[in-house]
């Protein structure tokens, strides 16, 4: 299952049509309100965010990657989602808009000891949401190099690790 937060939003919305073009169907959704408005996309389950942690422990074998792309996730809860990756030994990337945003996490993230075995922050400010969408999917199947990266040009370390758009 592939876990996404902010399913209903812009960035989120653009992922899940991606995943769903690419003919992936184990789709797991945790959003603020649940609008019943994704019927042609293939979610297995619609989660409330406050429900997705306790969800995430009881069904952590059967997870493969959470995508955090709510732009309604505070500093904590993503925290939060971060402790459980590393708990359940999941990949974790979180999306941000705005400079302060990465460097309040970055800086909580140098204070740990652990980290996911694979974790991204990705900058979208700006971003065209399919353009975000094709990072993400990128991003899911090429894991060799945790860390920040801006999608702003010219996108250095994505091109580094191989992104070719």
């Not at 493969?64 to 993503?78: G, W």
């Not at 740990?112 to 991204?120: G, S, V």
Request: proline content about 4%.
């Amino acid at each position: 299952m592939i876990i996404i937060t902010g399913a209903s939003e812009l960035y989120g919305s653009a992922f899940i049509k991606k995943l769903t073009t690419e003919e992936y169907g184990d789709i797991v959704t945790a959003d603020t309100d649940l609008r019943d408005d994704m019927e042609n996309k293939r979610i297995s389950a619609r989660l409330r965010l406050d429900d997705l942690p306790q969800w995430i422990k009881d069904n952590q074998l059967y997870v493969q990657f959470i995508f955090c792309l709510s732009e309604k996730s505070d500093l904590d809860y993503i925290q939060k989602l971060w402790r459980l990756s590393i708990e359940y030994g999941l990949p974790f990337v979180y999306t941000f808009s705005s400079d302060e945003s990465i460097n309040n996490f970055n800086n909580w993230i140098q204070q740990q000891e652990r980290q996911p075995y694979f974790w991204a922050g990705v900058k979208l400010s700006k971003t065209a949401p399919e353009e975000a969408a094709e990072v993400l999917y990128f991003l899911m199947h090429n894991r060799k190099d945790s860390g920040i990266y801006d999608l702003a040009p010219p996108a250095k370390k994505l091109k580094d690790g191989g992104f070719q758009k």
